[in-house]
């Protein structure tokens, strides 16, 4: 069974650089083609897909948050680290990770399948 | 990057009742990496269906996903009580992904 939990501050004052982990169950990163999201919802708005890593430590950032994330894995410890540096009010979200997997032998990438049940940051100062 | 626009942004209906969601790309979504979320109150999104129209496990078959190109339909083809939430559409599998606005279905 996989699960994911997300943990980290619950509030970040601006300007200062959030750091969220994901721990996870039932997989490791350390399995060909096994990824994890990183996903933010504000409140009451969408959801917006932040950064992705995978097994091989391909990684991939949203565009317009590139400059300021970083997104890493420790296998040994089953946990993927995303940090956030300048932080402003607009970033107060809940932030889920998720689970998501490339399938070798279809060729196709899976969407999330697994969430995490979420963090909620605040920005204030 | 791929935007996702998703119409209508609210669809009141009654539990019995069909509903159909559209998500429309601004540029075709490769090999179908077009997927659907089912979103309610305090709870992490679930995924209903991937690769366009395969539904994820435990999706029961009154969720129904279409489309290729830019053009894509969630179809819940008799409502439960238990649908009224908000679905998102998302593009994946290439190196950008997104996330659509969401449309919110509540009871009429």
């Keep these: 069974q996989i699960t994911l939990k997300e943990s980290g501050p619950t509030l970040v004052k601006p300007t200062q650089t959030l750091t969220l982990t994901c721990t996870f169950s039932g997989f490791s990163l350390s ?28 990684k991939r950032y ?29 970033d107060t979200a809940t932030y889920y990770c ?7 032998w279809s060729g196709y990438y899976s969407a999330f399948d697994i969430w995490g049940q979420g963090t909620m940051v605040t920005v204030s100062s | ?30 090999s179908s990496y077009l997927a659907w979320y089912q979103q309610k109150p ?10 366009a ?21 969630l179809t819940i083809s008799r409502l439960e009580p238990e649908d009224f939430a908000v679905y998102y559409c998302q593009q994946y599998g290439s190196s950008l992904y997104s996330f659509g606005q969401g449309t919110k279905l509540e009871i009429k």
């Design chain 1, 98 to 104: 998720a689970h998501t997997y490339y399938d070798f």
């Design chain 2, 42 to 51: 305090g709870q992490a999104p679930r995924l209903l269906i991937y690769g």
């Design chain 2, 1 to 30: 990057e791929i935007v996702l626009t998703q119409s209508p942004g609210t669809l009141s209906l009654s539990p019995g009742e069909r509903a159909t969601l559209s998500c429309r790309a601004s540029q075709s979504v490769s």
């Design chain 2, 53 to 73: 129209s395969s539904r994820a496990t435990g999706i029961p078959d009154r969720f129904s996903g279409s489309g290729s190109g830019t053009d894509f339909t």
């Design chain 1, 62 to 90: 949203s565009p317009s948050l590139k400059s300021r994330l970083t997104i890493t894995k420790d296998t040994s410890k089953n946990q993927v680290v995303l940090t956030m540096t300048n932080m402003d009010p607009v």
């Design chain 1, 31 to 58: 399995t060909s083609g096994v990824g994890v999201g990183w996903i933010r919802q504000p409140p009451g708005k969408a959801l917006e897909w932040l950064a992705l890593i995978y097994w091989n430590d391909d």
